[in-house]
């Protein structure tokens, strides 16, 4: 999902990270991005440097004193954890780097207080500047505003990407959007939630949050 926003509109995550960086006065980013993903790399570039030439990153950005510039690091690894994250700028090795304490917001990378979002949360950021932090708030529940990307992938009639409003339940996603199983055969478990994730089995499909 993540690799489909940086392939698709990387301008929308820069946009993103800029207003964060901004709001908690940090002026150097990274975006960490998998080695396996090589156009989502290469548009990242080509996005930074259009950001660059027109006053968006860099130096003194929109004619102001704010400085913010962004660094992209590639990695063979997946980092599941916060901590061992923010030590794969250290190391070419992830597994290897101690992790930083006792916070990222205290002590992260490089020892200097840190921001971990993901993509998805950064590519919202612009958005709900454009339309209202209220008009933004009637997506969702009352506890989870918005939407999330889902992949539905495996024994499934429609696979691809789905953005749904948070607070569907996985019947609707897999049933409605994903049009059930291949073959019409029953439904035994979904997988969710990447490397980190467990499995869903029948009788939890209704449940929302």
Known sequence: MDRSLLEGDPHRILEGMAIC????????????????????????????????????????????DFNFTLHIKESR???????RLLSSPYRRQTRHAAPPSPFPAVKGLWDKPSNINNVETFAN?????????????????????GTKVFA????????????VPMGITMR????????????GKKFKAVQIGGPSGGCIPEELLDCSR
């Open 125 to 145: 950021v612009p958005y709900i500047f454009r339309v209202g932090a209220e008009e933004y708030a009637k997506l969702g529940t009352e506890k989870s505003k």
């Open 21 to 64: 960086a901004y709001a908690i006065g940090s002026d150097e980013g990274y975006i960490y991005c998998r080695a396996e993903y090589p156009l989502a790399i290469k548009r990242l570039k080509q996005a930074i440097a259009q950001a660059e030439e027109a006053g968006l990153l860099g130096e003194k950005m929109l004619g102001t």
């Open 172 to 183: 609707e996603i897999l049933f409605d959007i994903g049009g059930g199983i291949m073959g």
């Open 77 to 83: 690894r997946v980092c599941l954890r916060a901590k």
């Open 152 to 163: 539905l992938t495996g024994k499934i009639n429609n696979t691809g990407l789905a953005e």
